[in-house]
């Protein structure tokens, strides 16, 4: 069990297009999602915290309009980098988390590249 | 001061040895602390988790705290090539229990 995918896996777009990301937790229901971005050999970064029904929080530095989080269900949550540019270019990561025994479990996703040419 | 610090590595050991990994922190808030496994290339894996009063063991690894010096070890017994990867420890902080990472340990594992 807890099992969280993305989707897509890989992505290259254009400067200037948008691209949107989803993540799925398949087999639980996740009281909260998280976004991240990571940067070769650098490690995670949070960029937003997202519950169903209501507006991602975004950590500092982190563009809520250029990153568009949309959490439409307790098992889909959607990232949409806005108007790309090659500096966008990043693996993304989306995580799940889920009460069990008295500790937040976050399961995370398998990631999807992100190119901008 | 970064609230969670593991030496980066990387740490390369030959295959059957055992394997110390070690993160201190500097939140004594932190109540419990998740440890991850990440691969090249792939989202981060849960290996296992130990409150701030305990040690616990999970096959062949085992996670130790020591709450009076701010210090958390992840022993791995019996390591083998696949065992390299990257281990990552996160306490989760907060209401939202938002993970704070430390840049992780690359660890490798030699034949």
């Known amino acids: 069990g807890a099992v969280v995918s993305q989707h897509p896996s890989r992505v290259i777009c254009k400067s200037g297009t948008s691209v949107k990301i989803e993540c799925r937790s398949l087999?639980?229901?996740?009281?909260?999602m998280f976004w991240y971005r990571q940067f070769p050999k650098q490690s995670l970064m949070l960029m937003a915290t997202s519950n169903e029904g209501s507006k991602a929080t975004y950590e500092q530095g982190v563009e809520k309009d250029k990153f568009l989080i949309n959490h439409a269900s307790l098992t889909l949550s959607t990232l949409t980098v806005t108007s790309a540019h090659p500096e966008d270019s990043s693996f993304y990561i989306c995580?799940?988390?889920?009460?069990?025994?008295?500790?937040?479990?976050?399961?995370f996703g398998p990631g999807t590249r992100l190119t901008v040419l | 001061q970064k609230e969670v610090e593991q030496d980066p590595g990387p740490l390369s050991v030959p295959e059957g040895a055992i394997v110390s990994l070690n993160c201190t922190y500097s939140?004594?808030?932190?109540?419990?602390f998740m440890w991850y496994r990440q691969y090249s290339r792939k989202g981060p894996e849960l290996l296992m988790y130990t409150y701030s009063s305990g040690n616990k063991e999970d096959g062949r690894f085992t996670a130790q705290v020591d709450k009076s010096s701010k210090y958390i070890s992840l022993f791995i017994r019996d390591s083998q090539p696949s065992d390299s990867a990257t281990y990552l420890c996160a306490p989760p902080t907060g209401t939202a229990s938002k993970l704070t990472f430390g840049t992780g340990t690359r660890l490798q594992v030699t034949l």
């Open positions: 939140n004594s808030a932190f109540q419990y």
């Open positions: 995580s799940a988390s889920r009460l069990a025994g008295g500790a937040d479990e976050q399961f």
């Open positions: 087999d639980f229901q996740a009281t909260t």
